[in-house]
């Protein structure tokens, strides 16, 4: 009994000093914040722009009313603060902070120190708020503001190094809406709507959403634009506004555009999508090579952020001696941080404009989807790139992906030369030919003293089908692919604008291999693509091209072994023999260096007869040409006079 007794009392004093124990620990673990909590939260409140329930010796509320206020004139540029350190000195503490402020487009951000005071209140700290916490220039009342400015704006050049987009005069078309009502200002926006042809709902949606007193831009026209528009009907709409302006356009509103693209004002869109990169009153480029080398044509902006006295917070009583006072002057803006402007570089262009205009010319009256594109072979230099109107602003010559037909046989060639063939080498051309269960025919009209066995260079002159389909089972589809890869199909290549260079499939077989030895199955290529490979038949290797002067493309060939220059003249001597002996004979007339070419038709859709795309690729001395016309006749017939305009007038470059 005794011994439980004293079993019980000892186990009472464990508890008791357990407790105890506990409780000192907890008293130990609640030590007072040295400051450093705090400072480190203020700096995170300011990173974020919230206060939150810190502390402050004002209520949280004002002091985040007062940061939001201050800071309108920069948003959404805000600084990242950290704590560089804190001192204490009895009960009161400096806190030390560093800011980062990432400006758009500047290379190195605004970097700076200030300080916060803090009093000790209890186990925690108050903070001392003064606008010099955020900068130590900037006083009770004041209010930052950034302004930007620009550098100009470089220009896009031509291979001649002269500007091919440049200021040019334009007319800014709107309404201003001083002095009309909102039901005059309605109506002014749905006349002129009407005038211009524009989006009558959208315009008028615009013209209510600006101020009672605003300039609402409807278009910016080019003069020649500007002058076609019915001036009666323009000038009797109530509240007109015409402001001649200039901005970087290209010779012509149709002039390389796919490739050049367009700049404007930002737009609220582009200033929501920039994330802060873009402001109001920056010129941005849009599509083509105005978006892509934005960065380097537009260079650095010039920002100054600076402290001013908003005019609302100055005094709106006047002193009673106000007719004897001189009028109160603002008080001027102090710098806080300034960064000059740098002007953009010029983009340094491949293209020859008078050959680019006359591309655009020979396509005006082509009411398909179409394309020219002219290449330098010994370079790459892509002279000219033009898409017709039926394009409608797409890159057709650079982006479109259609069967290659008949032009491909060059690569078919090239294929079967890999097999021990050479241009004299013998291959039936039946009327029709059985592969795989499927009947494939020649063309049309089809020579009948080409039938037979004749020689591969025979086969190409005249496009005989059947010959290259008879030999399918000989080809693999994959050394088909080779082929095709050294001539620069399936390259990569960045030109500085998105570009298909075509694809072969490797895995191809029966009718679908049968019908890739004529271009058809699905192969596919871009006229860019083409003209690529008619250069590298002309160099005699594979032949990346080249559309920005300077611009590293890293390109990297396709699968299969390089073109060997044996192997490029006997493809030249077969493109020779469709000049002189088959369909590319209004070629042979040309002045200068003899040409070469093949044309290509290529079957699509499920129309009875099948609709067709018009091909050709030709050459004569330095300069190769892909024509394409999407809806087409034979490629000799659509293509063929294209081709030969195109030479014509390359002659000599």
Not at 133 to 160: F, H, N, P, W
Not at 304 to 319: F, G, R, Y
Request: net charge negative.
């Amino acid at each position: 009994m005794h011994t439980n007794v004293r079993e019980l009392m000892i186990r009472r004093v464990t508890v008791l000093l357990l407790t105890l124990s506990l409780a000192v620990g907890a008293v130990s673990c609640s030590t007072p914040d040295n400051g450093t909590s705090t400072a480190d939260a203020l700096a995170k409140a300011l990173s974020a722009h919230t206060v939150g329930d810190l502390s402050f010796d004002k209520p949280a509320a004002d002091v985040q009313k007062e940061l939001t206020e201050l800071s309108k004139g920069i948003d959404p540029v805000w600084p990242t603060v950290t704590v560089a350190g804190v001192e204490v000195k009895d009960d009161n503490a400096r806190v030390s902070l560093n800011y980062t402020w990432n400006i758009p487009k500047l290379a190195k951000p605004w970097t700076y120190s200030t300080g916060a005071d803090m009093k000790r209140n209890g186990k925690d700290w108050t903070i001392t708020w003064t606008p010099e916490m955020v900068e130590s220039k900037l006083a009770a009342g004041e209010r930052l503001k950034l302004t930007t400015t620009y550098g100009q704006r470089a220009s896009i050049l031509s291979a001649d190094g002269m500007a091919i987009v440049k200021d040019r005069p334009v007319k800014i078309v709107g309404i201003n809406k001083e002095g009309l009502s909102d039901t005059q200002a309605e109506a002014s926006a749905t006349a002129l709507a009407a005038v211009l042809g524009i989006d009558t709902a959208a315009y008028v949606a615009k013209v209510k959403a600006y101020g009672p007193v605003a300039f609402v831009d409807a278009i910016t026209l080019r003069e020649d634009a500007f002058a076609a528009l019915n001036q009666d009907q323009l000038n009797a709409v109530k509240g007109i506004l015409v402001t001649p302006a200039t901005l970087p356009l290209a010779p012509s509103r149709t002039f390389a555009s796919a490739i050049l693209g367009t700049v404007h004002e930002a737009t609220a869109e582009d200033i929501e999508k920039s994330e802060g990169k873009v402001v109001a009153g920056q010129v941005v480029g849009s599509g083509g090579l105005q978006a892509s080398f934005d960065a380097q044509l537009s260079g650095t902006p010039g920002v100054t952020v600076s402290a001013i006295t908003p005019a609302a917070a100055t005094p709106t009583t006047a002193p009673a001696d106000a007719e004897k006072a001189p009028a109160a002057e603002s008080a001027p803006a102090k710098t806080l941080f300034t960064a000059e402007a740098t002007d953009g570089k010029d983009v340094k262009t491949t293209l020859v404009p008078d050959l680019q205009s006359a591309a655009e010319e020979a396509l005006a009256s082509v009411k398909t989807p179409s394309s020219i594109v002219v290449m330098r072979p010994s370079t790459g230099a892509i002279m000219a790139s033009a898409n017709g109107p039926d394009s409608k602003g797409y890159n057709t010559a650079f982006l479109g992906q259609y069967a290659p037909g008949s032009t491909f046989k060059i690569a078919t060639s090239l294929g079967l030369f890999r097999l021990g063939m050479n241009p004299t080498s013998t291959v039936p051309c039946t009327t029709d030919f059985i592969a795989d269960g499927k009947k494939f025919l020649n063309a049309p009209g089809y020579a009948a003293e080409a039938t037979g066995d004749i020689s591969l260079t025979t086969a190409v002159a005249h496009s005989c089908n059947t010959a290259f389909v008879s030999q399918f089972d000989k080809l693999s589809q994959e050394k088909l692919a080779d082929a095709a890869g050294a001539l620069g199909i399936g390259m990569s290549n960045d030109l500085g604008l998105d570009a298909y260079m075509g694809a072969v499939p490797r895995d191809s077989a029966g009718t679908e291999h049968a019908a890739s030895m004529i271009g058809q199955g699905k192969v596919l290529t871009s006229p860019l693509a083409m003209a690529a490979m008619m250069s590298a038949a002309v160099k005699g290797s594979a032949v990346p091209p080249v559309l920005v002067d300077g611009h590293d493309g890293k390109a990297k060939p396709a699968e299969g072994a390089d073109l060997t220059a044996k192997e490029a003249e006997d493809l030249r001597t077969m493109m020779r023999a469709v000049v002189t002996d088959g369909y590319l004979g209004i070629l042979a007339d040309l002045p200068g260096a003899e040409a070469i070419g093949k044309t290509g038709t290529a079957e699509y859709g499920n129309d009875v007869p099948p609709r067709t795309h018009s091909w050709v690729i030709a050459a004569q001395g330095d300069i190769a040409v892909a024509v394409f016309v999407e809806d087409g006749d034979l490629g000799a017939v659509t293509g063929g006079p294209l081709a030969k305009t195109i030479l014509a007038a390359a002659a000599g470059k």
